[in-house]
């Protein structure tokens, strides 16, 4: 282990009292943690706000073991401490990275594999909205679910932090791209950002409409419940379905003869307890096919709004009224 800069011994964080609402994110004081071989301790500078950090907060996603109580699975910010066996990065750095959690702190540890750089041209601020989406569309939609040039592809959410990233990232790549969004003003910032089609799902049936297209290819879906049934009806012959959240349900009754008459594929993932190697790889195609179209400007994160780190229980609030186009970052540091 190195500790090349003096740091101290205690940070501010917000912790979870309790599960429950948001108001159960509480400021706190914690001891700055220490590199274990293979980690870094970043100074967080922002720090992102994502859906399972709520779900942490409500008891419903427990960390895996080994990992911090605090939440937060992205941040931003500066390099202050190496552990051994950490060649890849120097005291000083700029990086952005994937958390096991902790990222609700003024500094907080992760494996050195997790880090990538700030992309050239991208703020701190901007770079903490990278990880927890970018890690989970890619492997999602490009290392599970495949997604090939002019296939159609549907994202429900699309004005989500993840519907933002998967727009983009798939249009990037010569998909159709579909998206399902709540609102007007939402359906037309997914179109801004490379949709063909924004499906106002208030008023308009996404099953149809993806039907008359002959089925879509692949659907990344967050909303489970009853879309699952309905998924399986858009997609067409030999689709792709990969669901990666259920925020209206878990449990759903299917038709197994429109699997097999579809040659349908089904499938999901969680990305916080994959293993450290099965992250890094995730972060070395991301440096490898989706860094340089961020540096080049064909790709960005949808930014909405920041609050300070004592605030996280409005951040809270206003992620889960859905109101909300792109991320919502932390000021930490």
Known sequence: MSLPISLPSTMRAVEITEAGAPEVLQLCERSVPVPNAGEIIIKVAYAGVNRPDALQRAGLYNPPAGASDLPGLEGAGEVVAIGSDVTKWRVGDQVCALLPGGGYAEYVATPAVHALPVPNGLSLREAACLPETFFTVWSNVFMRGGLQSGEKFLVHGGSSGIGTTAIQLARAFGARVFATAGSAEKCAACVDLGAERAINYHDEDFVEI????????????????????????????????????????????????????????????????????????????????????????QVAPVMHSDFALEDAAEAHRLMETNAHIGKIVLRVG
């Open 210 to 297: 993806l039907g008359a297209e002959g089925g879509a290819d692949l659907i990344l879906d967050m909303v489970g419940g009853s879309y699952f049934p309905r998924n399986l009806k858009a997609l067409g012959l030999d689709g792709r379905l990969v669901n990666i959240a259920f925020l209206t349900g878990m449990k759903s009754e299917i038709n197994l003869l429109q699997v097999m008459t579809k040659r349908l594929t089904l499938t999901g993932s969680n990305l916080r307890p994959q293993s450290v190697a099965a992250k890094a790889r995730i972060a070395d195609e991301l440096l490898s096919h989706v860094w340089p179209l961020i540096a080049a400007g």
